[in-house]
């Protein structure tokens, strides 16, 4: 079995007082949230729970003395069927239920995780390689092709819709009234306000369409080099009716929705194979 005086690090002679100075230092170490929520910080947390509330309380902690000393006479009591036995075994099993939940939580907390960074970071770098690039797909496509891209685009939309306004409702919340929040002390759940979350959004994409541009700008002959192959099949922007700079704003608009559904389609096929 396990000791408990050893996981808190104190004697077997401590008393209460002692017990809970070990805690509360090693609680402050070991805390999911100070170790980013790992799951080995998890595990160790919850021993180090169930090691406390079992030495701070007289009956838990004179039962466990008695298993440690049966155990070090070469036997134990967990398998018989008196009452201390049938009671460690069922507060044995809450608390692996209890541990078992907690890592499922947080398993499922970081794949939430991941897709909102998925996300967000392939919104961000596709209006960077679509303002640094300027892709002509649309002009060098036929009616097949334009109808494919027209599909995915619509798509896209509705799942990058979707997809933020479950992070917003998931990890932002909207600050209370001053007043309201000077009676009543409630500390809000989500760990960002909404209106960083859209500062966050909208500065992240003014970032990755500027430093597009900029890149573009300095490197276009390069680019204009890899789009050699469209050329072809585009026509010009005065040929068409509209200027380069409506052909960008619209491909800035157009691309990278279908850039976020595919990179998000294929992290979920990824994700399940991985789990399965």
Same mark, same amino acid.
């Given at each position: ?6 996981? *808190? ?11 809970? =100075? ?15 929520? =790992? ?36 036997? =134990?009591?967990?398998d018989s069927d008196n009452p ?8 044995q099993a809450r608390w692996d ?24 970071? =392939? ?30 685009? *619509? ?122």
């Amino acid at each position: 079995m396990t000791d408990y005086y050893q996981i *808190l690090g104190v004697k077997r002679s401590a008393s209460s007082t002692e017990i809970k =100075s070990a805690y509360r230092q090693l609680a402050r170490k070991r805390h999911p949230d100070v170790n980013r929520g =790992s799951e080995k910080a998890q595990r160790e947390f919850a021993l180090l729970s169930l090691a406390y509330h079992t030495l701070i309380d007289p009956q838990e902690r004179a039962f466990h003395d008695q298993q440690l000393d049966k155990q070090r006479n070469g036997r =134990s009591i967990l398998d018989s069927d008196n009452p201390h036995a049938q009671r460690a075994r069922a507060a044995q099993a809450r608390w692996d239920r209890v541990v078992n939940q907690i890592l499922e939580n947080d398993r499922r907390e970081n794949t939430a995780r991941q897709r909102a960074v998925f996300t967000t970071v =392939s919104l961000f770098l596709s209006t960077f390689f679509v303002a640094m690039i300027k892709p002509p797909l649309w002009q060098s496509f036929g009616l097949v092709g334009r109808a494919i891209l027209a599909t995915l685009f *619509l798509a896209g939309i509705w799942h990058l819709i979707k997809r933020l306004r479950e992070y917003f409702s998931h990890y932002t919340y909207k600050p209370d009234p001053i007043h309201f929040s000077i009676t009543e002390e409630k500390s809000p759940t989500q760990p960002f306000t909404r209106f960083s979350a859209y500062a966050f959004l909208v500065g992240g994409y003014g970032v990755s369409l500027g430093l597009g541009l900029l890149i573009g700008w300095q490197a276009q002959d390069f680019f204009s080099d890899l789009t050699m192959l469209f050329r072809h099949h585009v026509t010009t922007g005065t040929a068409t009716g509209f200027s380069p700079t409506a052909l960008i704003v619209s491909d800035l608009i157009f691309y990278p929705p279908i850039a976020v559904l595919i990179i998000d389609t294929m992290h979920a096929i990824a994700s399940r194979i991985d789990a399965g």
